[in-house]
């Protein structure tokens, strides 16, 4: 029998954030395709859209007008998944299994930058620190209304994953109840502090404290050759495709000097460094195709912000500020990975394994593709 070779033989993988696994078979990269191919994003847009609904000074779809805003720009979605309470309760269940609960929250939308062509990989670093100012500055605004237990920072990027309206912006939903996704990955973070042995290994010398997150990236910054996964690593933040990606180019973007629970306790300098990897990493994306890399990216945290009352117990001591990238694109700018099949009915499944997506990732410039000069000042 030959020697097992990750980048040939099938193996499942372990995602110890969620307690799920994904059945990589980097030999199905071979085969052909001969399925549904995507539009390419456009890459020419215009700087001022008339019938854009997010362009300063435009009518939104919901009646209301834009200011003639030059920066960021924050507004309560029109259409939101979430309305503020009261909320009526659901009726008893009539059967243990058929439960329902209200929720209530809100929703917002941040405009990123007035132009209209623009992405986060095309900002310049003053206006990707406006981004983030933005993000931290709604995440503190709605985390400390009464009622509210988690705020969710989002970004939907291409139409492929969904998103309506090329304009650059994120959306934030704030919610009564912390979700499923952000609850199973700080279940686990506080089970792996609860399980590891008080400070023998190395990792919890250098941090002061076994968080899983930072000895997972205190991991990967030993590796080197063709198994590294890091893709970008600057003075405070790294962004790497993890061990246990699912999408084909996912990427996990996080602090890796010290422990830090949300966006409210990143120095200056860490900022810095935050909107240097999103530039470089989005840029990145938009090179590997040449096309307007779509991509859903979703910012974790502590559920809401720190208790001024610092006499209060934390609630969630293990959660490390982090950021997924999953975007789908598979093969080139028309081929996107589906989610079916075996995905939907047993595990997630990858072909191109994680260590092959970072090379590919490493490999492609961090000067934008489309015109090297007219990057965003």
């Known amino acids: 029998m030959s020697e097992f070779d990750p980048s040939e033989h099938p193996h499942r993988r372990y995602n110890p954030l969620t307690g799920e696994h994904v059945l990589v078979s980097p030999h199905r990269t071979k085969r052909p395709w001969h399925g549904q191919s995507e539009a390419s994003e456009s890459s020419s847009l215009l700087q001022h859209d008339p019938a854009c609904h997010l362009c300063p000074g435009n009518t939104r779809s919901g009646g209301h007008t834009n200011p003639r805003y030059s920066s960021t720009y924050t507004f309560s979605n029109d259409f939101p998944a979430l309305l503020s309470p009261p909320i009526p309760v659901p009726p008893a269940a009539p059967h243990p299994l058929l439960q329902a609960a209200p929720l209530h929250g809100k929703c917002d939308v941040i405009i990123f930058h007035p132009r209209h062509d623009l992405s986060i990989s095309r900002l310049s670093i003053p206006h990707i620190k406006h981004v983030i100012a933005e993000w931290t500055r709604i995440y503190i605004t709605r985390g400390d209304e009464p009622g509210i237990a988690y705020v969710q920072i989002f970004e939907n990027k291409g139409s492929i994953m969904g998103c309506s309206n090329p304009h650059p912006h994120g959306q934030v939903w704030s919610m009564s109840e912390v979700p499923s996704i952000p609850s199973t990955e700080l279940m686990n973070l506080t089970k792996y502090r609860l399980s590891s042995p008080p400070a023998s290994a190395a990792p919890l010398t250098t941090y002061g404290c076994p968080n899983l997150l930072l000895e997972y990236a205190f991991y990967e910054l030993g590796i080197t050759g063709d198994e590294r996964r890091v893709v970008i690593l600057n003075d405070h933040w ?29 120095t200056e300098e860490e900022v810095d460094a935050f909107a240097d990897v999103l530039s470089r990493l989005t840029i ?34 293990d959660a490390h500020l982090h950021l997924h990238f999953t975007p789908p694109l598979l093969r080139s700018a028309t081929v996107r990975k589906f989610l079916v099949g075996f995905e939907l009915m047993a595990e997630p499944q990858r072909d191109l394994t994680p260590e092959q997506a970072a090379q590919r990732l490493r490999a492609v410039s961090d000067v934008h593709y489309l015109n090297k000069t007219d990057h965003v000042r």
Not at 247 to 263: A, C, D, M, N
Request: net charge neutral; hydrophobic share 40%.
């Open 238 to 266: 790294m962004a790497l495709v993890p061990w246990w990606a699912v999408w084909p180019f996912e990427v996990l973007v996080l602090p890796y000097r010290r422990h830090i629970p949300s966006l409210c306790q990143l």
């Open 284 to 317: 990145k994306y938009d090179n590997l195709f040449e096309t307007s890399f779509a991509y859903s990216m979703g910012i974790h945290q502590r559920p809401i912000p720190l208790p001024k009352d610092v006499n209060r117990d934390d609630q969630y001591p």
